[in-house]
Nanobody, 126 residues
Framework: QVQLVESGGGLVQAGGSMRLSCVAS????????MGWFRQAPGKGREFVTA????????YYTDSVKGRFTISRDNAKNTVYLQMNSLKPEDTAVYYCAVAKGGNTPARTLGVTPLYWGQGTQVTVSS
């Protein structure tokens, strides 16, 4: 059974930093794209960033470019999200997602079948 477990959320002031982690278990995802989505209060879930398994190429939504960095450690089946220069509008529940299929490019994470984590709350105060 596949499980994704996120950690690292919490409360931070605007301009601060936070690092999220997501550990996947149940199978190996070394060739699968991994990434993060978020859902702010009253809004739909949106794509944030993804990283491919084959060459670790990355893909970001425009609003986080230059502030967020995604990385992965295939030996640990883990994906990370380093968030810097946080803004109040980054407040959301952040969900880890992993493509069910192998050899998935990062840019396809929003349209391919996914495993989901339970989500972790990130709150940025102004």
């Amino acid at each position: 059974q596949v499980q994704l477990v996120e950690s690292g959320g919490g409360l931070v002031q605007a301009g601060g930093s936070m690092r999220l982690s997501c550990v996947a278990s149940g199978r190996t995802f070394s060739t699968s794209a991994m990434g993060w989505f978020r859902q702010a209060p009253g809004k739909g879930r949106e794509f944030v960033t993804a990283i491919s398994g084959s060459d670790s190429s990355t893909y970001y939504t425009d609003s986080v470019k230059g502030r967020f960095t995604i990385s992965r450690d295939n030996a640990k089946n883990t994906v990370y999200l380093q968030m810097n220069s946080l803004k109040p509008e980054d407040t959301a529940v952040y969900y880890c997602a992993v493509a069910k299929g192998g050899n998935t490019p990062a840019r396809t994470l929003g349209v391919t079948p996914l495993y989901w984590g339970q989500g972790t709350q990130v709150t940025v105060s102004s």
